[in-house]
Nanobody, 115 residues
């Protein structure tokens, strides 16, 4: 079993920055994929960014140039650096790992961008 622990959410003003972290623990042989997703009220969950073991990265068009995903393999941790935040970035952010072929989700962390 794998557990994911997220941290780093909060309230920030427009134009500000936040860094999210998601650390995995448990029985891990190989992490194939790490990603960040978000879900705003009344909307479907969407992928924000992902990183493979390559590592190859991908981003949603809405966050390109503002968000950066990175990983620390030694710590089984993925990060999401979010800059130039906008009110429309407000959502619950979830990390997702694919470990040994199985998908795991974090519990979610609230990000609110408001003045």
């Amino acid at each position: 079993q794998v557990q994911l622990l997220e941290s780093g959410g909060g309230l920030v003003q427009p134009g500000g920055s936040l860094r999210l972290s998601c650390a995995a623990s448990g029985s891990i042989f190989s992490i194939n994929y790490m990603g960040w997703y978000r879900q705003a009220p009344g909307k479907e969950r969407e992928r924000v960014a992902g990183i493979t073991s390559g590592p190859n990265t991908l981003y949603a068009d809405s966050v390109k140039g503002r968000f950066t995903i990175s990983r620390d393999n030694a710590k089984n941790t993925v990060y999401l650096q979010m800059n130039s935040l906008k009110p429309e970035d407000t959502a619950v952010y979830y990390c997702k790992y694919i470990v040994d072929g199985y998908a795991y989700w974090g519990q979610g962390t609230q990000v609110t961008v408001s003045s």
